[in-house]
């Protein structure tokens, strides 16, 4: 659940990380400009004002001075993603075409795309399947350069025991519970078998409930019909702690007062159809239920794995920050739009409105919208 959770805030951070180098096309403001080069690959100004269009298609038209700050951010994000990439090659690290093609069909499963459905998601974010081939192919060498460097860390068991000692509280079982929930959402979402509008979607959660209560399996029909990334994980979303409940209309649309319900029932029991706050429905599943707190030890494997888990992610996160200064180092980086800027910083230059991008008009590196960034783990 967390690595699914991590790679969706990758995806969106994904709108400011596909590398352009010096692709021609016409029709997205910005024109065939530089706006930067790294060890003599272009990064052109047209393809960073096309992830920004991209990311800002619902939004009002940027001013000059909003489309100046995205300018700078989208362009450090491509140029971070280009020394590293061109890093991996140095390394001769590359996916395989078989890894590409997984990945590929990992995405489509994962996001509940037909292929007509994920053609039309290309199309929404004007690239070609080539683009999206070529965009995964570069996340994957970043991933598999993430992935060396990450080999060479371990965990000592002395370090495990000070972590734990810092703070054994925070290690007990807390009062709560363990839910999996089937969503139908009315808005056309692109999932396999997608239930559009609220009569349908209504008519589609009272089916599965019915079927459910006649003994049908809840993490079938969760992985089948479930319109979430959830699906994924069988409908699984883990433990609520029974602290957390008042943040249910937060977190997923319902009632606090369903977190107390939950806790009456019994393990196994499903709730009937709830409609949220957002108009989808939800029928959940008490997978557990833990009445009482629970203080752990370090005897318990399930601790040490937890605490070495946390001490290497805090070490991969470092290991990546130098990994990327220190391929930024090594890299010769002419940042020509800051310069551009700095020349004239009271009109900022080629800084014109950028309108949205079309689908004829998108270069043979764009990024796309939801992109897969594969998550280090």
């Known amino acids: 659940m967390r690595k699914i959770l991590f790679l969706q805030l990758l995806f969106a951070l994904a709108l400011l990380g596909s ?19 790294v060890n003599g690959s272009k990064i052109l100004v047209k393809d960073v004002d096309r ?57 489509k499963q994962e996001n509940g795309f037909t292929e007509e459905a994920f053609i039309n998601e290309l199309k929404r974010t004007n690239q070609s399947e080539d683009q999206f081939r070529d965009f995964v192919r570069k996340q ?38 363990a839910i999996s929930d089937i969503i139908i959402d009315p808005r056309e979402n692109g999932m396999k078998f997608d239930a559009q509008g609220d009569a349908a979607a209504e008519q ?22 479930s319109e979430h990334q959830s699906a994924m994980q069988s409908g699984d979303l883990g433990f609520l702690p029974q602290s957390g ?15 107390e319900r939950l806790m009456s029932m019994k393990e196994g029991d499903i709730t009937e159809p709830i409609k949220d706050s957002a108009n989808r429905w939800h029928i959940l599943k008490l997978t557990a239920k833990q009445t009482e707190t629970r203080d752990r030890t370090l005897d318990d494997q399930s601790v040490r794995k937890e605490i ?60 796309p919208s939801a992109s897969p960034v594969p998550a280090k783990d």
Request: net charge neutral; proline share 4%.
């Open 245 to 259: 409940f008042s943040k249910l209309p937060d977190m997923m649309g319902v009632p606090a007062s369903v977190g």
């Open 204 to 225: 589609r959660i009272r089916e599965i409930h019915a079927r459910l209560m006649k003994g049908g399996d809840f993490a079938t029909n969760a992985r089948q019909f």
């Open 19 to 37: 590398s352009c180098r010096g692709t021609a096309s016409s029709g997205v403001s910005g024109s065939d400009e530089v706006a930067a080069v």
């Open 308 to 367: 070495s888990d946390a001490i290497l992610a805090q070490r991969k996160q470092v290991v990546a920050a130098a990994l990327q200064a220190k391929a930024r180092d090594e890299a010769e980086i002419e940042n020509y739009l800051a310069g551009r800027m700095l020349e004239n910083p009271n009109s900022f230059g080629v800084l014109r409105p950028v309108p949205a991008a079309t689908a004829g008009s998108a270069s043979q590196e764009a990024s």
């Open 140 to 177: 994957l060498a970043i991933q598999k350069l993430y992935e060396k460097s990450d080999a060479q860390l371990k965990v000592q068991d002395r370090e495990v025991a000070e972590f734990y000692n810092t703070n054994p509280k925070q290690f007990s079982i807390q009062p709560g519970v």
């Open 51 to 107: 992830v920004i269009a991209q990311q800002s298609r619902e939004q009002e038209q940027l001013s000059q001075l909003q489309q100046a700050a995205y300018r700078l951010q989208a362009l450090e994000t491509l140029i971070n993603q280009e020394v590293l990439f061109q890093r991996a090659q140095k390394d001769n690290i590359a996916p395989t075409d078989d890894e590409i093609r997984q990945y590929i069909q990992r995405y």
